[in-house]
């Protein structure tokens, strides 16, 4: 059984590498593609909840929030690989929270990634969280505020995401990061949070942040919100989350956000190009027709 599921899982990873190849190229995403996130039909929210896998009990919770909530566990805790299948098996999606050297030295756990590492250290180590957490569909930094920082490092780490088909999700625990541009650079489809939904545990707190949240949702056509399986932040989204349609916002996962987001930006990019040909050919000698002819020809052969 265990064969059969690696088998499966690095079928995933292939198949996610190639949809990587087709988003990556299209995509330059949150702050830099709004226009075309705000032309979709409703705004869309990202929501991740981080530090998965410590606390078996506030997992589970979690996990039973309803609708495609995404889940970042932490690579070799105590209960890492059972919240992690449980989420998968009740179709929400599971990412790796890699732990990353930070500015105030805090201990990172099992797997932290040190800005001391050598490239072999660095991508081993990488490896190695990945495989320790089921069904892993993206990346996103515990803490990190020193390791995002470097551009080498952050390099290293999108080699590693590229290879296996994986999307980021930049934390921006620094405003300094370089995550972002790396992960565009590498062609890896990336994702940057707006909010930290409860770094108070507040009932108050987590309300204010989730309006917030919403606010930019609306503005700009969808927001990232990172949160923690506290029980505050759970109880609050437990009643908070079916409300949202109303609203005309839409829950998505992040993986479905930046398949929309390529979609959008392809045919964005396939209007303009009519738009060019047609400005540009001599339609009194039909050669416009012909050439759009062929360009969508072109289209329907890459698309197969």
Not at 18 to 33: M, Y
Not at 81 to 98: F, I, P, T, Y
Request: charge should be neutral; include cysteine.
């Amino acid at each position: 059984m265990k064969r059969i599921e690696s088998s499966v899982r690095r079928c995933l990873r292939l198949l996610g590498r190639f949809i990587s190849g087709v988003l990556g190229s299209a995509i330059l995403l949150t702050v830099i593609v709004q226009p075309v996130a705000a032309d979709t039909e409703s705004s869309r929210l990202i929501i991740i909840v981080d530090d998965v896998g410590n606390n078996f009990e506030q997992g589970v919770a979690a996990i039973n929030l309803p609708g495609p909530v995404a889940y970042s566990v932490l690579p070799h805790t105590p209960h890492s690989v059972a919240l992690a299948e449980m989420a998968h098996s009740q179709g929400k999606e599971v990412m790796l929270h890699a732990p990353m050297a930070n500015t105030a030295h805090l201990k990172l756990g099992p797997g932290g990634l040190t800005d001391d590492m050598t490239h072999q250290q660095l991508t081993k180590m990488l490896r190695g969280n990945i495989e320790a957490v089921p069904y892993v569909a993206g990346v996103n930094n515990h803490m990190g505020s020193l390791l995002t920082q470097r551009r080498q490092k952050m390099d290293w780490v999108m080699d590693v995401l590229a290879e296996q088909g994986l999307f980021f999700l930049d934390s921006k625990t620094t405003t300094k990061t370089m995550a972002w541009k790396s992960a565009y650079s590498q062609g890896v489809p990336w994702l940057m949070r707006d909010v930290f939904l409860d770094h108070e545990q507040t009932t108050a707190f987590v309300d204010k942040q989730f309006r917030y949240g919403l606010k930019l949702a609306r503005e700009q056509g969808f927001a990232v919100l990172i949160c923690h399986p506290y029980p505050v932040t759970i109880e609050y989204l437990k009643h908070a989350l079916p409300k949202i349609g109303e609203l005309g916002i839409q829950l998505v996962s992040p993986s479905a956000f930046l398949f929309q987001q390529a979609e959008a930006r392809r045919l964005v990019e396939a209007q303009q190009a009519d738009r060019k040909l047609e400005s540009v050919c001599d339609q009194n000698e039909g050669h416009c027709q012909t050439a759009l002819a062929r360009q969508n020809g072109n289209a329907q052969l890459e698309s197969n």
